[in-house]
């Protein structure tokens, strides 16, 4: 049963609500509202249209509702709550002794219709779930999404496995004034084991969480779950981004995603069908303090309508790992794997675990991505080519081809997307296209996965980087929702990466739909502004930057690579120059000294900043040629 609420519209942005009445301590206090609510008989007041999704959340068949009031002409009539709402001009006529309020901010609600309350009625509202105005940012309008900067994070520390989030303080260097971050660590059933409040360190200083460091703090056992990380009195940014390596004592393990995008979503898609001899666990994070009943999460085969529904449910904040083989046995790379999700969980991670010769086995963990439901062809994007060149490119690394296979397998992302009509191109570090082939309109359902090597036949540059791109020449339709999932093998130490992302619009002055897109303000997007954190010893940092670029635009980028160390101080900058159409694979000792690079420490990081170009990048951490891990990159 998928949730009835609004979580995320690509028009408004993210919905406070539903993060103010799931916040885990908001939780708290509705567990003590709903029992004083279950005294008596209750009128509901909703004046806001909140109720339904309330009810969504927290199960409240325990109450006697006697009439439910409504504000707006238009929702008259309507059922709420298993009532006819009735005007709120009816509410004098309510037996009711109490009135629950379903709105935040209520004071203001509840003095309109002060004249309108039945003598001695009590009023209730949602403000009882309201955190303390120590955690907000905006205390005049609660539902003010900087109030809600929160994100999850799939955290473990066990069986010599271990996770780091890292990211920076940039909320103080759009103007807050003294952040913090309010975690709570919740175990696999969903129950607390630590929780604790640290002040964010100084604008853009590195802001690091370590499992192992929390289970050392808090004498903690084994364990695997949800990190609810919550970080208040933020300025400039709802959103927290971060990096997450997941590593181990040995070279088994390592791995890197970033922020699980904190918004619930209807379906997610790119989960790969495991190989012969491998697991793929799908790692589900209940989002909410509501129990996944079963049958309430599905899978099927990307293109096929046969779903598997998981037959358990997840407790409320719990995390459970489906091995995928369970629900669809006869699933095989290169298929993919479409996951009905019904807004009960934040995108969701999902580990390969090797089972080879190799003891212990390897294990890489990736994310799947949010299929957009909103969206249809747009008719539109098989002209943009008159006016904006190549138009949307999802630009992917090509890896030193003589230790790395580079692999491309395009993925659906949309449920209009019945067919996508594409090409992939190679190019060297100096954007010269080294190989190239249509692959046709595929449908919904493919299994198409090129090996780079096919694609250049054993010619040019040894890396670069390759893009897929929209190719009508066979028909089709495009929504401008482009994804692929890129797999990257080593050949020597068996170990794999893989990383997923969408298309955009790059490095052109025209504009269209958004695109290209700016992380700061209106369309174009024309500049750079990329995160590259460290891990721990001894790992190393790598990174490739991509110059994409729709139409023609400057001939070199003005790359400056910018060290800090953990408060976020510059050690030194080096400038660098990339090809338009080409790309630069580097690691920081490449261009710092070893001094500088002792002063950063693991908690440093490399600011990559362009102002003259839109560079895409992805970064990872390698261990000599033990293992190596890779993702797209963020900014802020």
């Known amino acids: 049963m998928a949730l009835n609420i609004e979580t995320f519209s690509n028009a408004k942005g993210g919905n406070a609500f539903f993060k103010a009445i799931g916040h ?86 509840v003095a309109h219709i002060r004249h309108l309350l039945p003598a001695g009625a009590e009023v209730a509202s949602l403000d009882a779930l309201r955190l303390p105005d120590s955690m907000l940012t905006n205390t005049r309008n609660y539902l003010d999404s900087l109030n809600f900067a929160t994100n999850l994070v799939l955290f473990r520390d066990g069986q010599g496995h271990h996770t780091r989030l890292a990211t920076a303080n940039y909320w103080s260097g759009y103007g807050a004034k003294a952040p913090t971050a309010w975690c709570c660590l919740m175990d696999e059933d969903g129950q ?98 509501a129990t996944v009943p079963a049958g309430s999460v599905g899978l099927n085969l990307m293109g096929e309508k046969k779903i598997a529904w998981l037959d358990r449910a997840i407790p409320p904040f719990g995390t459970l790992a489906i091995d995928t083989a369970d629900l669809l046995p006869e699933a095989r790379w290169p298929q993919q794997i479409e996951v009905q999700a019904g807004k009960h969980f934040v995108r969701p991670r999902y580990e390969v675990i090797a089972n080879g010769a190799v003891n212990p086995p390897r294990r890489r963990i990736a994310h799947a991505n949010v299929e957009r439901v909103d969206l249809k062809p747009d008719p539109r994007i098989p002209e943009l080519s008159n006016l904006l060149g190549k138009g949307f490119i999802l630009p992917a690394p090509i890896l030193p081809r003589g230790r790395f296979r580079s692999l491309a397998l395009p993925t659906p992302m949309s449920t209009c997307q019945a067919n996508l009509p594409l090409a992939l191109y190679a190019y060297d570090p100096d954007g010269k296209e080294i190989g190239g082939k249509s692959l046709g309109k595929l449908p919904r359902n493919h299994a198409t996965l090129v090996d780079i090597e096919d694609l250049v036949d054993g010619a040019g540059s040894d890396w670069g980087h390759m893009e897929l791109v929209y190719d009508f020449a066979a028909g089709g339709e495009a929504d401008g929702w482009l994804h692929g999932l890129f797999r990257y093998e080593d050949k020597a130490s068996g170990h794999v990466a893989e990383t997923s992302f969408g298309a955009h619009i790059f490095n052109a002055v025209l504009t269209y739909k958004g695109e290209p897109q700016s992380y700061a303000g209106r369309a174009p997007g024309l500049s750079t502004r990329l995160f590259l954190s460290f891990g721990p010893q001894p790992y190393e940092a790598l990174c490739h930057l991509i110059y994409p670029a729709s139409t023609p635009w400057h001939d070199k980028s003005a790359t400056t ?76």
């Open 24 to 109: 885990p301590l908001a939780a708290r206090q509705a567990a003590d509202l709903l029992q004083d609510l279950g005294t008596g008989p209750i009128a509901v007041y909703d004046p806001l249209g909140y109720a339904r999704a309330f009810a969504e959340i927290y199960d409240l068949s325990g109450l006697d509702i006697a009439a439910v009031y409504v504000q707006d002409l238009e929702d008259i009539g309507h059922d709420i709550l298993g009532c006819k709402a009735q005007p709120v001009t009816d509410l004098p006529e309510t037996k009711a002794k109490k009135i629950f309020v379903t709105a935040f901010d209520s004071a203001r609600l």
């Open 192 to 289: 607390p084991l630590a929780e604790w409040s640290d002040p964010l360190p100084g604008a853009y200083a590195s802001v690091v969480i370590d499992s192992q460091e929390v289970r050392e703090r808090f004498d903690l056992e084994d364990f695997t779950g949800s990190l609810f990380l919550h970080v208040c009195g933020v300025a400039g940014h709802d959103i927290v981004k971060y990096a997450l390596d997941t590593y181990g004592d040995g070279d088994e393990m390592l791995s890197c995603t970033h922020d699980a995008n904190a918004w619930p979503a209807d379906l997610y898609a790119g989960v790969p069908a495991p190989k012969d001899g491998e697991t793929v666990l799908l790692w589900v994070q209940n989002s909410h303090p």
């Open 561 to 636: 690579l910018i060290l800090h160390d953990a408060d976020g101080q510059p050690l030194a900058e080096h400038a660098v120059q990339i090809a338009c159409g080409g790309s630069l694979l580097w690691t920081p000792s490449d261009f710092f000294s070893a001094e500088d690079m002792k002063k950063a420490g693991p908690a440093g990081y490399v600011i990559i900043r362009d102002t003259t170009c839109r560079l895409f990048g992805y970064h990872g951490l390698t261990n000599g040629e033990k293992a190596f891990s890779f993702d797209h990159m963020f900014g802020f």
